[in-house]
């Protein structure tokens, strides 16, 4: 048995509300390795409901924001240093320390950082991760894919897991309705534009559910809503019971990215529903999509309109059976465990 600390990040409770895949990750991780007999604690928003003890004194900024409106850009910088005094104060208590947050914890960790272990939930090609990563060149990161790792400078490089999630959690359909499904950010590195185009290609209406981006605000009214019809919906956020609703009842889930994805949480909700995923050939998506067994992975939007015309070639019950091989919660928790092991035998 091992003494864990998953340190979340302190935008969103854990588990999210509506939207959230980094506080999504660490209630399943957490939920898995409790169930394979190790002990957890859990750092998080006082806002968290997780199961197991959390430990923490303030609520999360998407609380604070609901409380007070508009708060200083200051405030996540705030809740990170409270949440890292925390941390500092048990660091004796726990074999291994795994954070998925920002940057401050590195210097709170200090000598423990060879048994610890950062997973980073973003890009890792941008300027702020090189320089942290140079910074730090003995702190242990797993990439959440073989796309991600390739930009992860080879010191820092513990090994890749690919994200699991809990299968009871979505129900396998088999018999979908006749409409296609995008969920994410209404934002230009998703598309859900591009989304819209191509079901209207291929003659099929498309329901489109999200949040509007907070960094890219006007790209929604700009961009999406002149394209919305009444065969291309837009019903906003969903919570865990609509979009197993929606997505279980999707011809296929388009993932239409214009970005290096480094996972993309939804495309394996998707296939745990039994619905073939249609994504663009970026960043994590041929490592996540079986092209002709899961979905298609495609180069364009005429790619994607071919694709459609192909997507009852895909079984439906095996989309739903090679998510149960690859991408549940336990085999995340199993392939982290080895990680956690590696790092306590250096």
Avoid at 176 to 182: N, S
């Amino acid at each position: 048995m091992l003494r864990i600390a998953q340190v979340a990040p302190n935008i969103f409770p854990v588990p999210p509300l509506n939207h959230g895949g980094t506080e999504r990750i660490v209630q399943e991780l957490t939920g898995a390795l409790r169930s394979l007999g190790h002990e957890v604690t859990l750092f998080a928003p006082t806002d968290s409901a997780a199961n197991g003890p959390i430990v923490g004194s303030l609520p999360s900024l998407q609380a604070l924001e609901t409380q007070y409106g508009k708060v200083p850009p200051s405030i996540p910088a705030v809740l990170e240093a409270v949440q890292m005094e925390h941390l500092r104060r048990r660091l004796g208590d726990f074999d291994v320390v795994h954070c998925h947050g920002e940057f401050f914890h590195a210097a709170l960790l200090g000598e423990r950082r060879r048994h610890s272990l950062t997973t980073i939930h973003w890009r890792v090609d941008e300027l702020d991760r090189q320089l942290f990563f140079a910074a730090f060149p003995d702190l242990p990161v797993a990439a959440i894919s073989a796309a991600q790792e390739s930009g992860i400078p080879a010191p820092n490089r513990a090994g890749t897991v690919h994200h699991g999630i809990d299968g009871s959690r979505y129900t396998l359909r088999t018999e979908p309705g006749r409409y296609l499904a995008f969920i994410g950010r209404m934002t230009d590195q998703k598309r859900p534009d591009t989304a819209i185009r191509v079901a209207n290609a291929a003659g099929r209406a498309i329901r489109l559910a999200g949040t509007v981006d907070v960094g890219n605000p006007t790209y929604f009214e700009r961009e999406v809503r002149p394209l919305l019809s009444d065969r291309a919906e837009y019903v906003g956020p969903v919570d865990d019971a609509a979009k197993n609703t929606l997505l279980g009842g999707a011809e296929a889930l388009l993932f239409p990215i214009d970005w290096p994805e480094p996972f993309g949480l939804v495309m394996i909700e998707a296939m745990a529903c039994g619905t073939p995923v249609i994504a663009w050939n970026r960043g994590s998506v041929p490592e996540i999509v079986e092209d002709g067994v899961t979905g298609f992975v495609v180069n364009s939007e005429a790619e994607a309109v071919e694709a459609l015309g192909r997507i009852g070639s895909i079984s439906r019950a095996g989309v739903r059976a090679r998510f149960e091989e690859r991408f549940t919660s336990r085999h995340m928790a199993e392939r982290y465990v080895e990680l956690y092991e590696r790092l306590l035998a250096r």
